[in-house]
């Protein structure tokens, strides 16, 4: 009884950097009882020739140990992670006031016209 637990979500999971596989991300962030977002060109490349060697575990691995092998190289993890996180969601954002703009046009564009929208 009662809601179900949230997932976590890996949302909008392609390599952004052409040198690096093509499903880097996909074949790292495999965990039980996630969920993951990806472009369609990376689902396919995924199903080509992705694998899941090892499924993250629940409990964080050894999260700890890079984190903090990275402020053992000077990496301040917590504004790394901010900034991020500030990136992401601008991201984020900039794709939904584009979609809603896209939405805005077509609305424009049928009532200007006379068209229903079970016309196209």
């Known amino acids: ?3 179900r637990p949230q997932r976590l ?3 909008s999971t392609s390599t952004k ?3 690096a596989p093509d499903t880097l991300y996909v074949n790292a962030l495999a965990a039980p ?3 993951n977002t990806m472009p369609e060109a990376t ?3 995924f199903a080509d020739h992705g694998r899941v060697d090892a499924l993250m575990p629940t409990d964080g691995g050894d999260a700890t140990q890079t984190l903090g092998a990275y402020s053992g190289v000077g ?3 917590h504004a790394l992670a901010a900034r991020l996180q500030r ?3 601008e991201s984020f954002d900039a794709s939904w006031k584009n979609l809603l703009a896209s939405i805005a046009a077509k609305h424009d564009k049928l009532t ?3 068209t229903r929208s079970t016309d196209t």
């Open 75 to 77: 990496i301040d993890h």
């Open 112 to 114: 200007a016209t006379g």
């Open 87 to 89: 990136a992401g969601t």
């Open 33 to 35: 009882f996630t969920i």
């Open 17 to 19: 950097n052409p040198d």
């Open 43 to 45: 689902l396919h490349a």
């Open 1 to 3: 009884e009662g809601a």
């Open 9 to 11: 979500l890996w949302a």
